[in-house]
Each structure stands twice: as structure tokens, then as C-alpha cells.
């Protein structure tokens, strides 16, 4: 079983917890400025969880991408939730994880473009407008260049390392 992951974000005080509430909200209600706002906030930690548990970038993101596409599915079932949003966040992108490993030991066979249905779903949700990811304390990245963005990360974090 897969440990839930902490969704780390840089701020953590009640009153940004509770803006992220209000974003779902939002979103149960069907309003995709709200997922790209909560995909702004969250989408760099899911990231980082995803590659921490998964060690591979390429399945991180596609854990990325299904993460919030359940979010999106799911968000008018978390009201009735007494979690917060960092919370159930963590629960699903340790879901999509699960789902990943199971994938990569060849115990559950992925789905034909399974990853690039996911992809155009969520480009479609997110649109091309001007939204913002933060890539790091001063950078940031627009939402259709994240995956430009990740790779940057991932590079300098190679780097750092050798």
C-alpha cells in the first residue's frame, strides 16, 4: 500500500487553507478558472510527491495530470468531506501512485494513449490562458509551459546532485 504523500505548499496558515477550500468549492461547481487556480497552487507539490515516490519524471507528471483530473471529477463529493484540501489532495495523487507502481510492475496494463488521453483532458480543462504555476520562491511558468518548467527542475535537481 502507498503511504498518502505530504503535499507540501509554501504557505500553510489557516487562511491559505481555507482559500484553497473556497477554490474547491469553486471547482465542484464547475468553474475551470477555479481548477487552474488550485492547479497553480498544487501542481508543483503533486509533482514533487509523485517524483519522490516514483523516482521518474515522465510517470510523475502523468500522476500529475490524473490527479487534477480527479479533482475535477470528484471535487462536489469533497464538501461533505471533513478534510482539507491539502489533505484530500494527498490521497489521491497516493491513489494515482498506487495506480503508477502498479502499472510500471506490469500488474495492471495501461490503456492505449492512456497518458496523451490524459494530457489533452486536462489541456482542455485548463485552457492556454495566462495562469501561473510556481516553479520556485520567484519563478514562474505558465500552465501549457509546465512541462518545460518540471524538466528545468528536474534538471538542476540531476545536477545538484552529480
Known amino acids: 500500500m502507498v503511504k498518502a ?3 507540501r505548499r509554501a504557505r500553510t496558515t489557516p487562511g491559505h487553507r481555507d482559500h484553497l477550500d473556497v477554490i474547491v468549492r469553486r471547482v465542484a461547481a464547475g468553474d475551470r478558472v477555479a481548477l487552474r487556480r488550485l492547479y497553480a497552487f498544487l501542481a508543483m507539490p503533486v509533482w514533487r510527491a509523485a517524483v519522490n515516490a ?4 515522465i510517470h510523475a507528471m ?3 495530470r490524473s490527479t487534477f ?3 475535477w ?3 462536489r463529493h469533497h464538501g461533505t468531506r471533513r478534510t482539507g ?3 484530500w489532495v494527498a ?3 497516493a491513489g494515482r501512485i498506487a495506480d503508477r507502481l502498479r502499472i510500471l510492475d506490469g500488474s495492471s496494463p495501461l490503456p492505449a494513449d492512456h497518458d496523451g488521453h ?3 483532458e486536462l489541456a482542455s480543462l485548463l485552457g492556454a490562458g495566462p495562469a501561473i504555476v510556481r516553479v520556485g520562491r520567484a519563478t514562474f511558468a505558465r500552465v501549457d509551459h509546465l512541462d518545460l518548467a518540471l524538466a528545468t527542475i528536474a534538471a538542476r535537481r540531476t545536477a545538484t546532485r552529480h
Open 62 to 64: 502523468a500522476v500529475t
Open 54 to 57: 516514483l523516482g521518474d519524471q
Open 73 to 75: 471529477h470528484l471535487a
Open 85 to 87: 484540501t491539502g489533505a
Open 5 to 7: 504523500p505530504t503535499v
Open 69 to 71: 483530473l480527479e479533482v
Open 118 to 120: 490524459m494530457d489533452r
Open 91 to 93: 490521497v489521491i495523487v
